[in-house]
């Protein structure tokens, strides 16, 4: 039983825990699994009547990429939920604990300058300053000018003194927008040295609040800001740094706690860059499109929220104000950079989406800050080839879709795909060795035998035909097939030897000598190929012949990365007897089955061409018979062919 706001903590080892965190912090048992620096989906299951029917009752999906945030990515630090209350799977209730830090201080100005300084020698970032009236920072009329730091520094701010000579506008100092300020004192800011604004006539009695965004230094103590007696602070704003820089709570309340409000159950649905066939706009172009869903059960109101394909500009394009998204209801805002051709019915960005790699972030401003609703990341995608959610409207499975489907739910369906698995070797004593590590590993080899290139990111591989999913291969346009071409598939269990300067592929099974199966599958779950085998003998392979879709027969000349080396005996075909009833001829010849035979014949023998005898065949058996019809002719010659 977990009691009401209480917490509780697994481990990977309880005694390394304690000397992190302290013996005092009970663990409730520990984890045999580890977590992937590089992404996951964490899932808290509650068991079902029987095995296989658990059922979900949280999960988290996190990425090792932005918009997450990176300290926890093997560096150190966790990720820490900043609403309990709140929706737990949008990346913008995490935090590391790193990054940027919001700061406001309420009171009454008496003076119409503000003035700031570091009072060591040092830098710091800061963006969005903002002076409003009452007592909730950010909201109202903002009486800074270019407090967001967009414009020239000068003349709105200036400097008095030449120890902040440096101080400069810096797109490398951004929370929001493409330019934050670089404050910079060498020597030491003092009350004669310092960056100020000398603010427009306002009522300076009154209560107002002044807010800003800081990068926390590594070089800089204190920053001090005065506007007068009662509004006016020294910031401690250096980066916490050794064991004190590890930001983890574990089995007690965050640090990093504060209340957001509730996520509207808006998402960015689908993308598709790169239109070259598909969905055209009002004025007759193929551009780059986002769609949205409402999985809500109520009109949402799209004004106040933001499209951006910068993690670091995320209020880039405004909704227009006014419309809403009805329940159940998908939107298509055109990405091409072209607002002129908005209309009421026709959203179009600001920004254009140029490539197939790329992000897109659906956000709102709460507590003064922009914060992402919900994002996509996509990479790699093809020409007409959108990514999004599947089912509509989750973050959790997305994927890339063959068949996009703008302003309409989501079509999942695998892209038609001939792939085979032309040739494998599950006992490998050193006839080729994977010259990633020079080991003899097990091989098997896909074939291509189409007239185009084929690419396959995103389908799966597998040795154990009931899961499908057990290896992904990777979507990054890497592993792609030459028409007619071949790819040598490693199962060694090794995948972090796949490179991108190395053309083979590994994946995370291996192949038992005693036989198995090997898999093909697409991410629906639809099987592209599979073979099954028994029993194998060392240094030989297993394949098809004629390539892909062949019979199976024992290799005793493995072709890793080529052509099969056709494996049936080469036994002339004989024609074995010939009867002739009237005019009628049948030929009996001896074949080898799933072999192809052309006969021939001619009546003079003086003559250099042969005719055939009807088309050629494939033979079934140890023989075929052959009829033919000698008309007016008194004699004939007939001759039998096995064809390559």
């Known amino acids: 039983m977990l009691p009401a706001r209480s917490f509780l903590v697994l481990a990977k080892n309880r005694g390394e825990f304690a000397k992190l965190y302290g013996a005092t912090k009970g663990v409730f048992d520990e984890f045999g699994g580890a977590l992937d620096n590089d992404g996951e989906t964490l899932t808290l299951l509650r068991p079902g009547a029987q095995a296989g029917e658990e059922i979900v009752v949280d999960r988290v999906k996190y990425e090792a990429r932005a918009p997450w945030p990176l300290a926890a990515a093997g560096r150190g630090g966790s990720l820490q939920l900043i609403d309990p209350a709140q929706d737990n799977a949008r990346v913008s209730n995490w935090s590391d604990g790193t ?13 119409t300058r503000l003035l700031l300084y570091l009072d060591t020698p040092g830098n710091l970032y800061l963006d969005d300053v903002a002076l409003v009236a009452g007592t909730v920072p950010a909201a109202g009329a903002n009486l800074m000018v270019n407090g967001d730091f967009e414009g020239p520094l000068m003349p709105a701010w200036k400097l008095l003194g030449t120890n902040g000579t440096n101080t400069a506008v810096s797109p490398a100092a951004r929370h929001n927008g493409n330019f934050g300020l670089d404050l910079r004192f060498n020597p030491a800011g003092n009350s004669v040295q310092f960056l100020y604004q ?76 790169v239109n070259a066939s598909g969905l055209m706009d009002a004025q007759g172009e193929r551009e780059p499109w986002i769609e949205l869903y409402n999985s809500s059960a109520a009109p949402i109101a799209l004004d106040g929220l933001y ?19 009805n329940p159940g209801g998908f939107k298509v805002v055109f990405a091409d950079g072209q607002t002129n051709q908005s209309t009421d019915a026709e959203w179009h960005t600001n920004f254009r989406l140029n490539s197939g790699t790329g992000s897109v972030a659906l956000s709102r401003v709460a507590n003064s800050t922009p914060q992402i609703i919900d994002y996509l990341n996509f990479d790699n995608l093809a020409a007409d080839r959108s990514y999004g959610s599947f089912p509509d409207g989750q973050l959790f499975a997305r994927q890339q879709f063959f068949h996009a489907t703008p302003g309409g739910t989501n079509d999942g369906t695998a892209a038609p795909l001939v792939v085979y698995i032309n040739e494998w070797m599950a006992a490998n004593s050193g006839f080729i060795r994977d010259p990633a590590d020079n080991d003899a590993d097990d091989w098997f080899e896909l074939y291509n035998p189409n007239a185009y290139t084929v690419d396959l990111g995103g389908y799966f591989l597998t040795d154990d035909l009931t899961n499908p999913f057990q290896y992904a291969i990777p979507d990054n346009r890497q592993y792609t097939m030459a028409p007619f071409g071949y790819l040598l598939v490693w199962a060694d ?64 000349l493995p072709t890793p990365r080529g052509a099969n080396v056709d494996p049936r005996p080469f036994t002339p075909p004989q024609i074995t007897r010939i009867t002739v009833a009237s005019a009628q001829v049948t030929l009996t010849v001896s074949t080898i089955p799933g072999r192809s035979y052309r006969v021939e014949y001619q009546d003079d023998l003086g003559l250099p061409a042969w005719s055939p005898l009807g088309a050629d065949q494939m033979a079934g058996g140890s023989s075929l018979t052959v009829q033919d019809n000698l008309g007016p002719s008194t004699q004939r010659f007939y001759r039998a062919t096995m064809l390559p």
């Open 198 to 273: 000398d603010l427009a006539d306002f009522a300076s009695n009154d209560t107002h609040t002044l807010s800003f965004w800081y990068l926390p230094s590594t070089n800089a103590n204190n920053l001090q800001v005065r506007m007068s007696t009662s509004l006016r602070a020294t910031l401690d704003v250096r980066a916490l740094t050794g064991a004190q820089a590890v930001f983890a709570t574990p089995g007690t309340n965050s640090v990093l706690t504060r209340t957001l409000p509730p996520y509207p159950l808006v998402w960015l649905n689908e993308v598709l860059p």
């Open 493 to 556: 269990g090794e995948t972090g030897q796949n490179s991108s300067n190395r053309a083979d592929l590994h994946v995370n099974f291996q192949l038992r000598q005693a036989g198995e199966a090997i898999g093909l599958f697409a991410a629906d779950g639809t099987l592209i190929d599979a073979v099954t085998f028994g029993p194998q003998t060392n240094n030989v392979s297993q394949g098809r012949y004629p390539e892909g879709t062949g019979p199976v027969y024992f290799m005793a």
């Open 99 to 111: 990054g940027w830090r919001f700061f406001s201080l309420t009171g009454i100005p008496n003076s």
């Open 307 to 325: 499209l951006s394909d910068d993690y670091l500009d995320l209020t880039k394009w405004p909704f227009p104000a006014g419309p809403a998204l």
